[in-house]
């Protein structure tokens, strides 16, 4: 929906800060860093990320192609290694 659009359609939601000087509202930016990560394909950081998954899928065969199971799996796995916090900075 993006953060526009969300504070457009529930800040009037909120109470006055007279009313509720504590009135929040929390998002979700579910999806921002992996959009990041999508627009610049840095080849250095995915090294570092794929370097990070052998500490938990450790390479036990070497991969028979490009589409072999055990690969598949670490670059699905990437995210969950990943540094976002430059990232979510952009």
């Known amino acids: 929906m ?3 659009k ?3 359609a529930l800040s009037p939601l909120l109470q006055s800060i007279q009313q509720n000087p504590h009135a929040t ?4 930016f579910m999806n921002a860093t ?3 990560q999508n627009m610049a394909i840095d ?6 990320e ?5 500490e938990y899928l450790p390479i036990t065969t070497r ?8 690969l598949l ?13 430059a990232d979510f900075d952009k």
Request: charge should be negative; charged fraction near 25%.
């Open 2 to 4: 993006g953060v526009a």
């Open 6 to 8: 969300t504070l457009a």
């Open 25 to 28: 509202l929390l998002t979700l």
């Open 34 to 36: 992996e959009e990041i």
């Open 43 to 48: 080849e250095a950081k995915i090294q570092l």
């Open 50 to 54: 794929m370097e990070r998954t052998l």
């Open 63 to 70: 991969p028979t192609s490009r589409y072999d199971p055990t």
């Open 73 to 85: 799996q670490r670059l699905a796995n990437l995210q969950y290694v990943r540094d976002v916090v």
